[in-house]
T-cell receptor, first 112, second 115 residues
Framework: GQNIDQPTEMTATEGAIVQINCTYQ??????LFWYQQHAGEAPTFLSY????GLEEKGRFSSFLSRSKGYSYLLLKELQMKDSASYLC?????????????FGKGTKLSVKP | DTEVTQTPKHLVMGMTNKKSLKCEQH?????MYWYKQKAKKPPELMFV???????INESVPSRFSPECPNSSLLNLHLHALQPEDSALYLC??????????????FGDGTRLSIL
């Protein structure tokens, strides 16, 4: 079966660091994406991992361990505008080629 | 603003109406997608077009009918919808449907309300 788990909600303080975890069990793996979605807006692509390790992009980093079926998104120097939902999505292959399987999303609230 | 443009942004229609949602991209992407998103839920895939051909239909009811007239345009024709079809409908595109590191780029969506 296909299953992607991430925490429902998290709260953090402006200027701090927060780590959002994602675990997955899918029948195929062709990469893992993180998206940011502000309420009422479109998801925006943040990062992509297909090999084990850390990918860094400015204040955002994403880590992948394929053997553990685990990823995290790390947000540094949090800003109020980072308050949003963060979606972990796994890309399958084969019969579902191109099919993105989304987790339920983690709603992050950044407080002053 | 995104590089995937969806119109209209909002649509209110009755259960007997026929309407269409439109999506356009000029990034040269050859894969285009329709998703449905209910409040506080993740996007759910409806259809995938690859090189203008329907490649995935996720068991969507026939009252939703997709169309891909050319590589830049994607339509979703709506007919006899039900109140539970009220949702945000997102269009997305990617370079191809199967390659590595080809993120999907989403439009701002059409917020659909069925009366």
């Amino acid at each position: 079966g296909q299953n992607i788990d991430q925490p429902t909600e998290m709260t953090a303080t402006e200027g701090a660091i927060v780590q959002i975890n994602c675990t997955y069990q899918t029948s195929g793996f062709n990469g893992l994406f993180w998206y940011q979605q502000h309420a009422g807006e479109a998801p925006t692509f943040l990062s992509y991992n297909v090999l084990d390790g850390l990918e860094e992009k400015g204040r955002f980093s994403s880590f992948l361990s394929r053997s553990k079926g685990y990823s995290y998104l790390l947000l540094k120097e949090l800003q109020m505008k980072d308050s949003a939902s963060y979606l972990c999505a796994v890309k399958g292959y084969g019969g579902s080629q191109g099919n993105l399987i989304f987790g339920k999303g983690t709603k992050l609230s950044v407080k002053p | 603003d995104t590089e995937v443009t969806q119109t209209p942004k909002h649509l209110v229609m009755g259960m007997t109406n026929k309407k269409s949602l439109k999506c356009e991209q000029h990034m040269g992407h050859r894969a285009m997608y329709w998703y449905k998103q209910k409040a506080k839920k993740p996007p759910e895939l409806m259809f995938v077009y690859s090189y203008e051909k329907l490649s995935i239909n996720e068991s969507v009811p026939s009252r939703f009918s997709p169309e891909c007239p050319n590589s830049s345009l994607l339509n979703l024709h709506l007919h006899a919808l039900q109140p539970e079809d009220s949702a945000l409908y997102l269009c997305a595109s990617s370079l191809t449907s199967g390659g590595f590191n080809q993120p999907q780029h989403f439009g701002d969506g059409t917020r659909l309300s069925i009366l």
